[in-house]
């Protein structure tokens, strides 16, 4: 019911509002209720055991793996060529970034040029870039951006589910080879962020700006015209090739390509597809998936062009944990040889991998348990193994009710000489994180929640052994909803530090020891 949904909406966040007033003034992200009564740190240090296989290659055109997107390289590998957190005597930091209010950090990334994050946020209907001290959390600078069409068609609408699962805005963004923020707005721009020192302090210059208003419609609700008659087609995603162009995608799947050269921009539509995941570029193309179909894509002549295109099946319907009917991965590159996306099939979802020289399908795994099983992550990559994240049973922070998780489960999934095979599946319960992994470490790091009676919302770091599934070390951050994370990604600092962003703002867990 919309109606009812909004209402809910409204309610949870007037009700943390003034549960926080005062810890946000102190800075903190607020704490809901018990968290006296639940464990601050479960396991033991870890020890590190590397991960095998090939180091992810690094785009010529972005920041060095690890530093570049959310999905941390252009691979989409969701790895980190450093360690994280090894759980020996980790302390957390918190930052909240909307006055009380929510405000997530979407997107987190650790510019290695200045030692800096830049990070994309969002408080309330406004998006906003900050530049961000790793130590303290605290904002340096801030950019505000264009606010979301959707924020417009979920208050005159009623129906939250129109905000809550708009992936447009600038999350899907990237720093390019000279830490330089590229990101598509919801005013239909491409813009690119310089960070830079001046004599009053830091602050962020745009030194690029591409308009896609003439190729891309964008006839969208705003608050003096919230029914237009037009066409609306917000940009998801921005992410360059090998060869320095620079893609992008829209909701409605128009794909497209800008030169950054001479500024020209072309694009090519999938009709009667839609987008809502990023995209990964290999040396041999740009890898897109819609709610239909796998696509391997190249420029030529300044135009997208389809190498190959392989369909899925999509189900029949959108599940829960899922923002659209269809795969919730964006693709991911293995080795240079293979990729990988999940389907959205029932009863059970599967793990899809293919063959990037020719779009053959390698194999088809299902994973989890029948009737509770769909992800909208990234899987993780590296070698020759993929880990697939469970999140059936979440769809929102607002709709989480106190002390319930997702089902929860995450796979790894092994490409062998015969196809594929599942080499463990973790029991543990990660409602909606983008997990990563560190490859000296051996670690996989999602953000848990258990399930419990007494109604806590319990929210941990926790890291999975690579090798095992084994559960390592757990981390309390936080209870209550302002500590749930909300689709955002685990992202990991040069210096082995994990950030996450959650509802009331930004958390980093790092070692003292």
Request: proline share 7%.
């Amino acid at each position: 019911m919309p109606l009812r949904r909004s209402l809910l909406a409204a309610s949870g966040v007037a009700l943390l509002a003034a549960a926080s007033a005062s810890a946000a003034q102190a800075g903190l992200v607020p704490d809901g209720p018990g968290k006296d009564r639940v464990p601050a740190f479960i396991g033991g240090p870890a020890a590190p055991h590397p991960i095998k296989g090939r180091a992810v290659p690094r785009n010529p055109s972005m920041a060095a793996p690890g530093y570049a997107a959310m999905h941390a390289d252009s691979y989409a590998s969701d790895t980190y060529p450093f360690l994280g957190p090894l759980g020996r005597h980790p302390k957390v930091t918190t930052e909240a970034k909307a006055n009380g209010l929510p405000g997530l950090c979407s997107t987190v990334n650790y510019a290695r040029s200045t030692g800096l994050i830049v990070a994309q946020c969002v408080q309330a209907a406004n998006f906003t870039l900050r530049l961000i001290d790793p130590a303290t959390l605290k904002d340096l600078a801030t950019f505000t951006l264009p606010p979301r069409p959707s924020t417009v068609e979920a208050v005159t609408s009623g129906d939250l589910d129109k905000v809550l699962t708009d992936t447009s805005g600038g999350a899907y963004y990237y720093l390019d080879s000279a830490d330089r923020a590229v990101l598509a707005d919801s005013a239909f721009h491409v813009r690119r962020f310089a960070h830079e020192r001046t004599a009053s302090g830091w602050r962020f210059r745009v030194t690029d700006d591409w308009d896609l208003s003439k190729v891309v419609p964008h006839s969208c609700p705003t608050w003096t015209n919230p029914r237009p008659k037009g066409e609306c087609d917000p940009v998801t995603s921005v992410q360059p090739d090998w060869k320095g162009n620079i893609w992008w995608v829209t909701k409605h799947a128009r794909i497209g390509v800008i030169d950054p050269r001479t500024g020209k921009v072309r694009s090519v539509r999938l009709k009667g597809e839609a987008v809502q995941n990023s995209f990964a570029a290999s040396e041999d193309g740009v890898s897109i998936v819609s709610d239909h179909a796998l696509y391997l894509f190249e420029a030529r002549a300044g135009r997208p062009v389809v190498l190959w295109r392989r369909t899925y099946d999509r189900g029949t319907r959108r599940k829960s944990g899922q923002l659209d009917q269809g795969s919730g991965t964006t693709p991911t590159f293995l080795e240079r040889r293979y990729v990988g996306i999940t389907d959205n099939a029932d009863p059970r979802m599967n793990v899809l991998v293919y063959r990037v020289s020719d779009g053959k399908r390698i194999c088809r795994v299902p994973v989890f348990d029948r009737g509770h099983s769909a992800s909208d992550n990234s899987l993780i990559g590296f070698g020759r193994s993929l880990v697939v994240e469970n999140n059936s049973g979440y769809r929102n922070f607002v709709d989480l009710k106190p002390g319930a998780s997702s089902y929860g489960g995450l796979s790894r999934i092994d490409v062998t000489a015969r196809g594929c095979r599942t080499a463990w599946t973790s029991r543990e319960r990660s409602p909606s994180t983008v997990a990563k992994a560190s490859v000296p470490a051996g670690l996989v790091y999602a953000y848990t929640k258990q399930p419990r009676e007494d109604g806590i919302d319990a929210w941990y770091l926790t890291a999975i052994d690579f090798h095992t599934g084994r559960t390592v070390f757990k981390v309390l951050t936080g209870t209550g909803k302002y500590f749930d994370n909300n689709w955002a990604p685990v992202t990991l600092g040069p210096d082995g530090t994990a950030y996450v962003g959650v509802v009331g703002g930004l958390v980093s867990v790092r070692d003292t020891r």
